[in-house]
C-alpha cells in the first residue's frame, strides 16, 4: 500500500478522530491549568509594582484601555515614553525596590476613593498597545487590588496557553517523549514571575518558546506530515513575538533563520506546495512589519538616556559586557526576582544548570553537525544581539541588558537539545521517560522555591547573614491580599498537575499507545 503525499497526509492528521481529541485534551489541557497555576501563583503573591517596571506597563495598560492607543511621543518618564490619563488609585511609589532587606510594608496599597484621572508619565507610553489592549481592561474597571489581580491572571492565562500549545507540539506532534523536558527546563521561574505581572516580557518569551516548539516536528522531523495546526501556531506565535516588544521582529527572524538554516531541501519543497504555509508566511510578515512600523513611528526603541562615565567606546564595553555581564546573564535567563534584587543562594541556579546540562551536552555529543550549530546558534544569537547592542549604546543609556530580555530565543537550547536526543536514540524509551520524571522532580520544586524565597523578600525582607534571613513564607509584615498560604499553594498544585504532565507524556502503557495513535493518524 502505498502512502498518501504530504499534503493529503496533513489533512488527516488536521481532521484526526477520536485518539487525536483525546491527547489534545489530555496534554492542551494538563499543560495550560499547570502553568496557570504556577503563574497564578505569582500573581497572588506579588506586591504592586512587583517584577521589572512593573508601574510603568500598569500605567500603559490601563492608557490603553481607556482609548489611548498612541499617545504622543514626549520625554514623559526618564527623558521617554508618554503620558497617559488614568485614576490616580491605581499609580503608587515604589519604596522598596532595590532594597532587598526591605519589605513591602512601607508601600501604599492600590485602590481607595481617589477616582480622579490624573496625566502620568510613564516610560512604557510608546509601546505596541495590542498586549495592554488585552490585560488592562480590569483594571480600568476597577482601579484597585481586584482590578490589577485580575489583570494579572488574564496575563498568565495568556502565556499559558501559548505554553500549552508548545507542550502539545512536543508530545503530540513528534515521537520523541524526551522533548517534555526540554519544556520544563525552558520555562524558567523568570518566566512565571513575568507571566503573574504586568509586563510584555512575559508573554513574549512564551511566544518564543511556541513558535520553537511548532517548528521542530515542522522543519526537523521529516517523518512528520505537515499541519495546519502547526502553521497556524506559528503564525500566532511568531505574531505576538514580533508585536509586543520593539525586539520582537529581531527575534522571530533570528528563530526562523537557526529552524530553516539548512534545512532538508525535500521538506522545503513540501512547504513550498503546503498551501497553509504560505498564509503563516504571509501573517507573519504583515505582523513584522506592523511591529516594526509601529517601532519606528512611535520611537518605541527609544531609551532612557543616564549618566556614564567619560571615554567609554565600544570595545571597552564589550570587554566589560563579556567580563562583568554575562555572569549576571546566566542567572537573570534562570530568574533573579522582584527588582533584580532578589538573589536565592547559588546552589538554585548550579541546579537548574545540571537540568539544562543533561540535556545540551548529549545534544551536543551525540548530535549531528546541523543539530549542534542550532543549539550552539540558539544560545549565542541573543547573547550576541544583547552584547552589541549594549556596547554601541552604553556611552548614552548605560548597560540596559538583562538576561530575560534573550529568552525569547535562548529557550530553544534546552528545546531542540531535547528533540536531538530523542531523533538520535541516545537514550531508549524506558530511559529517556526515566530522564523526564528526573528533570521534572528537579526543575518543579526549583519553581517553588524561586517563588516562595522572593515571597520572604516581599513579606519580611532579607537577611544580611543567614542568621538574620528568615525562612517562612507565610510570615512577614505584609502579605499579599488573597493571603500567604493561598498563593503558595495555589503554584504547589501546578507545579502538581506539571509533573502529572511530564509522567503521563512519557509513560504509562495506555499513554503510549493513545499517544502512537494519535501520531499515526496524522
Known amino acids: 500500500m ?22 489534545f485534551r489530555r496534554t492542551w489541557w494538563t499543560a495550560f491549568i499547570g502553568f496557570f497555576l504556577v503563574c497564578a501563583g505569582w500573581a497572588l503573591a506579588s506586591p504592586y509594582d512587583a517584577s521589572p517596571d512593573e508601574r510603568e506597563h500598569i500605567v500603559r495598560a490601563v492608557g490603553v484601555a481607556r482609548g489611548e492607543f498612541a499617545p504622543k511621543p514626549e520625554a ?11 485614576p490616580a488609585s491605581i499609580v503608587r511609589d515604589n519604596c522598596w525596590w532595590f532594597d532587598p532587606t526591605k519589605s513591602v510594608a512601607c508601600a501604599k496599597a492600590p485602590g481607595g ?16 498597545p495590542v498586549y495592554y489592549a488585552l490585560v488592562g481592561w480590569p483594571m480600568a474597571l476597577w482601579p484597585n487590588w481586584l482590578g490589577l489581580t485580575l489583570a494579572r491572571l488574564v496575563s498568565a492565562a495568556l502565556v499559558s496557553a501559548l505554553l500549552a500549545s508548545a507542550a502539545h507540539s512536543l508530545v503530540a506532534w513528534t515521537r520523541h517523549r524526551i522533548a517534555a523536558a526540554g519544556l520544563l527546563v525552558a520555562v524558567t521561574p523568570i518566566t512565571a514571575h513575568l507571566a503573574g505581572s504586568i509586563n510584555p516580557n512575559g508573554i513574549e518569551i512564551a511566544a518564543g518558546v511556541a513558535l520553537v516548539a511548532a517548528l521542530i516536528p515542522t522543519m526537523l522531523d521529516p517523518e512528520q506530515p505537515l499541519r495546519r495546526a502547526a502553521m497556524v501556531q506559528i503564525a500566532i506565535a511568531g505574531s505576538v513575538l514580533m508585536t509586543v516588544r520593539a525586539l520582537g521582529p529581531l527575534w522571530c527572524a533570528a528563530v526562523l533563520g537557526i529552524m530553516l538554516i539548512p534545512a532538508k531541501r525535500e521538506r522545503v519543497k513540501e512547504l513550498l506546495r503546503f498551501r497553509p504555509a504560505w498564509w503563516a508566511a504571509g501573517t507573519l510578515f504583515a505582523a513584522g512589519a506592523a511591529g516594526a512600523l509601529w517601532t519606528v513611528v512611535m520611537k518605541a526603541s527609544e531609551m532612557m538616556p543616564v549618566q556614564v562615565p567619560p571615554g567609554i567606546t565600544v570595545p571597552k564595553a564589550i570587554r566589560h559586557e563579556v567580563i562583568v555581564r554575562w555572569p549576571d546573564y546566566f542567572t537573570e535567563v534562570i530568574g533573579v526576582p522582584s527588582w533584580l534584587d532578589t538573589h536565592l543562594p547559588g546552589t538554585a541556579y548550579y541546579l537548574w544548570y545540571l537540568a539544562i546540562g543533561c540535556l545540551v551536552l548529549p545534544a551536543l555529543a551525540f548530535g549531528a553537525w546541523s543539530d549542534r550549530w542550532r543549539v550552539l546558534a540558539f544560545f549565542l ?35 531542540v537539545a531535547a528533540f536531538v536526543l530523542g531523533r538520535r536514540d541516545v537514550l531508549d524509551g524506558a530511559r529517556s521517560a526515566s530522564l523526564v520524571r528526573m528533570i521534572a522532580l528537579l526543575v518543579l520544586p526549583l519553581q517553588l522555591a524561586f517563588l516562595g524565597y522572593t515571597m520572604i523578600r516581599w513579606q519580611a525582607g532579607l537577611g544580611t547573614s543567614v542568621d538574620y534571613t528568615p525562612l517562612n513564607p507565610l510570615a512577614g509584615t505584609w502579605h499579599p491580599p488573597a493571603g500567604s498560604a493561598t498563593a503558595l499553594l495555589t503554584a504547589v498544585a501546578g507545579c502538581v498537575v506539571l509533573g502529572y504532565w511530564a509522567w503521563t507524556s512519557t509513560g504509562g502503557r495506555a499513554g503510549r499507545q493513545e499517544r502512537a495513535a494519535a501520531v499515526s493518524a496524522s
Do not use: C, W
Open 2 to 23: 502505498t502512502s498518501p503525499p504530504p499534503a493529503a497526509a496533513s489533512r488527516a492528521g488536521d481532521s484526526s478522530g477520536r485518539p487525536g481529541r483525546l491527547l
Open 76 to 86: 514623559a518618564g526618564g527623558g521617554t515614553g508618554a503620558f497617559q490619563h488614568v
Open 113 to 128: 476613593e481617589d477616582q480622579q484621572i490624573e496625566r502620568v508619565g510613564t516610560r512604557a507610553g510608546r509601546y505596541n
Open 381 to 415: 544569537a541573543p547573547f550576541a544581539v544583547i552584547t552589541l547592542s549594549d556596547a554601541i549604546a552604553a556611552h548614552k543609556v548605560g548597560f540596559a541588558g538583562q538576561g530575560r530580555y534573550m529568552l525569547p530565543v535562548a529557550v530553544g537550547v534546552p528545546l
